[in-house]
């Protein structure tokens, strides 16, 4: 429903972007470049020809090499090309630094894509229509390495990087295909603060509605973006370094992405890194079950700023959600109760956690003795709060309350609706859903044998933690599964691409996708690791022939 975008690289680009309206403020000095660096044309060739040889599309890797190559002339296919972005004067400005073989073959061929250039004396040259700049060529020295075309916005920025940067020493050892770093200092915290305000007024209002989106879902895409850069803001603007770390490895047949993030000192980031260790999750002893279907934890203690972002964001969203849910054309009217009164518990839920200040929550969805799916789950809160929620529901839907007891839990039971089919598949005909309210926990299973796992897991609690994880979030999922429960939800309702989902399938199928991410907090070093596993790069690479033969061939 949100449509957010891919998370593929999302933290590192949408960093890069934070940096990039700042031109509407007035600013002495230069904010620390924000600097991203690719290997290099032959390792894109390598991990493209591997994604697409994954999933069998050679033409439409070929017509994407054929499309790509015509802006790479001139380049050397072996050097990694630079792009920094700076803040200087008031004005934004971006600086690429080619690695050349041919540096007026790459200006003849920038001509032709529109990049016009003229020469205005001392080798620089003014550039126009396509990107307004300037343009310099440096041959391969000892100070200034490599032969490199540099474009800027900014004359004063025409300056190589020279030949022992960290950027080339990382890529040229071919451990890493993407690397990107920021460094700040705390003198800049207000004017990177005013950068991310300058992105938030000139992005939101610019979000156009898709065409596949009602108004509704539109808004509640608004409104998540917007909650996104409130959380990213800080992040931005109060660190003493992030790193960012990409590789494609068709030796260990997955790509891995890491963000490592350090608080400047005395910072209110440092201050909020330091509350995430306060106390252990309630649910610390219940082990993470990485081999199974999914797996989930997040366990973030709130600061002052956050707990306001996100109850001004459930204030926001909740009058969008359900009149979402009425205004669905392919539900009924019992549906659309039911789907009012379930998205109202979850969202008190969320309230009651943020006003406590702690998302503390884990599911866990295992594969039971007949081959069907056992789901188990619990969050942090007042039980009483759903309670009250499933007293209104059983006015018009099968729920037993006050079914029995775990120790101070006591279980609820709801009957699922008959025609879910697509949940049946997954869980077991005539699935009941558990749920279980308790003094410190709200829990939830689904699904064979699904109450006696439930006893088991509440039992772990109360408990002095066995373990004391440094991880703060993390959410590992097998594909397959997830994806036919979408695909048939999607039918269902006769949205999306058919075709697409049903050749997703057929790619899962030959190797299962998994992916895993999460978020490990140790020392002063936040450090969040993204991984796709060769089913999900089959995917990406059916995705992506997709797209070329719709858009490219022909």
Known sequence: MFRKLPILGYCLVL????????????????????????????????????????????KSLKTLMDTLDVFFVGLDPQKPPVVQVHVRNGKFN??????????????????TMGLRSRPIGGGVYQIEKLFNGFMQEFPASANSGDATTIIAASRDDLVPLGQFTT?????????????????????????????????????????????????????????????????????????????????????????????????????????????????????????????????G??????????????????????????????????SSAQAKIHGSIVTEIVLDVLEQSTQNGVLDGFVNVTVGPSGRHVMIGGAKGDGAIVRQGLVKLKE???????????????????????????????????????????????????????????????????????????????????????????????????KGDLEARKEAIAMFEKNDGTFDFWVDLRAETLKSTLAYNEGMLRYFGKTGGSFVKKNLQN
């Open 15 to 58: 960093t890069i972007v934070l940096g990039s309206v700042t031109s509407v403020f007035a600013q002495t000095k230069a904010l620390a470049p924000i600097n991203v660096a690719y290997a290099g044309v032959d390792r894109l060739h390598e991990d493209l020809d591997y994604i697409f040889g994954l999933a069998s599309e050679p």
């Open 94 to 111: 971006l600086v690429l630094h080619v690695p050349t073989t041919d540096a007026k073959e790459f200006r003849n061929n920038a001509r």
């Open 167 to 295: 950027f080339k020493r990382k890529l040229e050892s071919k451990d890493y295909d993407l690397v990107g770093s920021i460094v700040n200092v705390g003198s800049e915290i207000k004017d990177r603060e005013a950068a991310v305000e300058a992105l938030r007024a000139e992005i939101i209002p610019s979000l156009e509605r898709l065409k596949s989106e009602t108004q509704n879902e539109f808004e509640i895409r608004k409104l998540t973006l917007d909650q996104e850069i409130s959380g990213l803001r800080q992040f931005y603007t109060e660190a003493e370094w992030i790193k960012g770390l990409g590789n494609i490895s068709r030796k260990n047949k997955q790509a891995i992405f890491e963000i490592d993030m350090k608080p400047l000192v005395n910072s209110n980031l440092a201050t909020s890194l330091a509350q995430l260790r306060k106390e252990p999750s309630y649910f610390v002893n219940i082990p993470q079950t990485f081999n199974e279907p999914l797996s």
């Open 297 to 330: 934890m997040i366990h973030i203690n709130l600061d002052p700023p956050r707990q306001k972002n996100l109850q001004k964001f459930w204030k926001q969203a909740r009058p969008l959600l359900l009149k979402e849910i009425a205004d669905s054309p392919a």
């Open 396 to 494: 018009s839907a099968p729920v037993a309350l006050d079914a029995g007891m775990i120790g101070d839990v006591t279980l609820h039971k709801v009957t699922l609706p008959a025609n879910l089919v697509e949940v049946e598949e997954i869980f077991g005909s005539k699935p009941v859903l558990i749920v279980g309210t308790g003094p410190k926990a709200i829990w939830y299973a689904l699904g064979e044998g699904a109450e006696a796992k439930l006893k088991e897991v509440i039992a772990k609690t109360d408990r002095p933690p066995t373990v004391r994880s440094s991880v703060i979030a993390s959410l590992h999922a097998k594909a397959l599964v997830w994806y036919k429960l979408y695909d048939a939800f999607r039918g269902k309702r006769k």
